[in-house]
């Protein structure tokens, strides 16, 4: 499938996820009252062309009707490739749950108010530019975030710290287990320094995964030798590790299904 890449990031992004990140805005656009189309193209700020497009298939799909130059949510119908099923995969993770501080909370927010290739730029590792010469780095290596005879995984954050003046995340990628790519795999190194943020996410009422696989692989640059390794925290800065069940309940010792292991 052909893929968009954020020339300031470089986070990659399929043409699917895109779309499905337009059909929420315009859904969240639509829903409340009915929107000439020049109201839902300042509020979800898409390019004129694209949003064009998008209204003409919903409409298509019987997810909006338009009358009188007024488009309205209408949400009869959803089909496999619609926003519907991104609102419905995001937001299990948040109704009916006690709010959660965490990068999974954050990207529910923002996925309803800004584009995709805006949420991108807000969530991809900070590479910590200064005005300054950076310092060139002796080396790299590869980390994988692996979870263990887990039953029943839907959604997952995990916190890992590391040593920010001996190493940093040069990239953060998502792994085979849950086959979640961004917006449903997200990371972020810009909520605290020596912090990193992983989070993922099946979609729609489907159910968890079940056995063992990697989660996310992350690629680190190292300046001193004698580095000291990253590792998984329960809590940290507000931030913590957790996995859910399909029913968005805690699955129970969570953290000690987790391993992350040098593996390159």
């Known amino acids: 499938m052909p893929q968009i890449t954020c020339p300031n990031c ?9 779309r499905e990140v337009d059909f929420t805005l315009i859904r969240n656009a639509t829903d409340k009252r009915p929107r000439t189309f020049t109201e839902v193209l300042h509020i979800t700020k898409l390019s004129r062309k694209t949003l064009n497009l998008r209204l003409k298939k919903l409409c298509a799909e019987g997810l909006l009707t338009k009358e009188e130059g007024m488009y309205k949510w209408n949400g009869a119908s959803e089909s496999g490739n619609n926003g519907g099923h991104l609102v419905k995969g995001l937001s299990r993770l948040f109704d009916g749950r006690r709010m959660r501080t965490g990068v999974m909370l954050v990207a529910l927010l923002a996925s309803f108010s800004v584009s995709g290739y805006v949420l991108a730029m807000m969530f991809a590792p900070t590479m910590h530019v200064e005005s300054h010469a950076e310092p060139k780095a002796l080396g790299s290596f590869t980390m994988a975030l692996d979870v263990n005879n887990v039953n029943d995984l839907y959604g997952w954050q995990v916190a890992i710290v590391f040593n920010s003046t001996q190493i940093r995340v040069a990239a953060a990628k998502p792994g085979d287990f849950m086959k979640a790519e961004y917006p449903l795999f997200l990371n972020s190194t810009t909520t605290a320094d020596g912090l990193l943020l992983l989070a993922g996410s099946l979609k729609g009422n489907v159910q968890g995964k079940i056995g063992s696989g990697t989660l996310a692989t ?47």
Do not use: K
Not at 10 to 18: A, P, Q, S, Y
Not at 229 to 255: E, K, Y
């Open 218 to 264: 992350i690629v680190f640059e190292y300046y001193v030798s004698g580095y000291e390794l990253p590792s998984i925290v329960d809590q940290r800065a507000g931030f913590g590790t957790w996995l859910l069940n399909s029913d968005l309940a805690d699955i129970p010792g969570g953290q000690t299904l987790l391993t992350l292991n040098v593996v390159g």
């Open 10 to 18: 470089g986070t990659t992004i399929t043409l699917e996820n895109r």
